[in-house]
């Protein structure tokens, strides 16, 4: 199974940036999905920003403009870079992988119900 660990959460003032950092282990796969999601007090988790092997991306509407996923393969890592970060933005996030054919050019996965390897998530807080 697919191990994960967060890190780079914060605290941080709005309009500050944060990159968060998930590093994958056994990730021994030619085809796999990698994605951030998010989980405020009281709130569902919720998929923030998804990225396939192949470069796909896809974006929840509430980050777009503002975060970016992206992966360096050689380093099995997968990071978020977080600018303009609001109040709303605060929450664990935790980084997650779906491995075999979880997507491509056609669909990207953002629902948690798509991805089976979660890490322990990282704390970013956001204050006003």
């Known amino acids: 199974q697919v191990q994960l660990v967060e890190s780079g959460g914060g605290s941080v003032q709005a309009g500050g940036s944060l990159r968060l950092s998930c590093a994958a282990s056994?990730?021994?796969?030619?085809?796999?999905?990698m994605g951030w999601f998010r989980q405020a007090p009281g709130k569902e988790r919720e998929g923030v920003a998804a990225?396939?092997?192949?470069?796909?991306?896809k974006y929840a509407d509430s980050v777009r403009g503002r975060f970016t996923i992206s992966q360096d393969n050689a380093k099995n890592t997968l990071y978020l870079q977080m600018n303009s970060l609001k109040p709303e933005d605060t929450a664990m996030y935790y980084c997650?992988?779906?491995?075999?054919?979880?997507?491509?050019?056609?669909?990207?996965?953002?629902?948690?119900?798509?991805?089976?390897?979660w890490g322990q998530g990282t704390q970013v807080t956001v204050s006003s």
């Open positions: 990225i396939v092997n192949d470069g796909t991306t």
């Open positions: 997650a992988a779906a491995v075999g054919w979880c997507g491509g050019w056609w669909y990207v996965p953002l629902r948690t119900s798509e991805y089976q390897s």
């Open positions: 056994r990730l021994t796969y030619s085809r796999y999905c």
